[in-house]
């Protein structure tokens, strides 16, 4: 079983930069980890994820924007946010899935663990 706890969301100006932290209880070094969000109204969307080769997706709307990554040794992923829009603002999952290859990264169906999430907004 992995417990995850998330941690840097907060409010943020147009055009500001936050990054989120994911620390994970047990190793998740061969699995794939998330990041998701939802805001109220509308569907959990995948936002960036990382297979356990490296490999990294991205939704279109964050491309060249979020950037994911994860230190194994610490086990906790960050998900690096710049140019943050308002369309940004939302509540912010970590998650991590056992079964990890590279299909499917951005669907929350995949994924076995969840966080309670961290809020993320940003005013215009």
């Known amino acids: 079983q992995v417990q995850l706890v998330e941690s840097g969301g907060g409010s943020v100006q147009a055009g500001g930069s936050l990054r989120l932290s994911c620390a994970a209880s047990?190793?998740?070094?061969?699995?794939?980890m998330g990041w998701f969000r939802q805001a109220p109204g509308k569907e959990r969307e995948g936002v960036a994820a990382i297979a356990s080769d490296g490999t990294t997706r991205y939704a279109d709307s964050v491309k060249g924007r979020f950037t994911v990554s994860q230190d194994n040794a610490k086990n906790t992923l960050y998900l690096q946010m710049n140019s943050l829009k308002p369309e940004d603002s939302a509540m912010y999952y970590c998650a991590a899935r056992r079964s990890c290859n590279k299909i499917l990264l951005l669907y929350a169906l995949t994924y076995n663990y969840w966080g309670q999430g961290t809020q993320v907004t940003v005013s215009s």
């Open positions: 047990g190793s998740t070094y061969s699995y794939c």
